[in-house]
């Protein structure tokens, strides 16, 4: 389905003391890529905004990622993304307190935050960010975002 003219806007979340055991992702926020002009893809479109959002005091054990931001989710290729840019800002987002050992999938990474440009993704960041890889790292895979975030 198509949202070409639905505006989602995510704004002033905190999400406070979460426990995350055996899973995929832990704190996620995804963004669809713009509508295609194929059409018979099943996604894509839409507008809007994530800003000002708060995760608090989070623990994880094994999870894969236990922070994952996706600013073209759907779409692997960066090439395919570029050629349909999410209409979407994410901003002001913050992981704070977080504690625990990722899984082993994607060791020595327990962050991945992908944005499809410079300009989409702005002050997203850590505070106090202990989580550990189970080779005892702490490396996030990152791109078009702040090289400093982690």
Known sequence: MLFRSVVDIVEDILIYNT????????ARIKVFPGAPDNVTLSSGGG??????V???????QNVDWPI????CYTVNDPI??????????????????????ASKKNDPYVAT??????????NIRTENF?????????????????????
């Open 113 to 122: 935050v992908s944005c499809p440009s410079l300009e989409a993704c702005e």
């Open 19 to 26: 426990s995350m055991t055996n899973a995929g992702d832990g």
């Open 130 to 150: 202990q989580v550990k890889s189970p080779s005892g790292t702490s490396e996030a895979k990152c791109s078009n975002v702040s090289p400093t975030i982690f």
């Open 80 to 101: 395919n993304c570029a050629s349909r840019p999410p209409q979407f800002h994410i901003s002001d987002v913050l992981f704070k307190d977080f504690t625990g050992v």
């Open 68 to 71: 994952e931001v996706t600013g």
């Open 54 to 60: 708060v995760y608090d005091k989070y623990d994880v």
């Open 47 to 52: 507008s809007g905004y994530v800003k000002n």
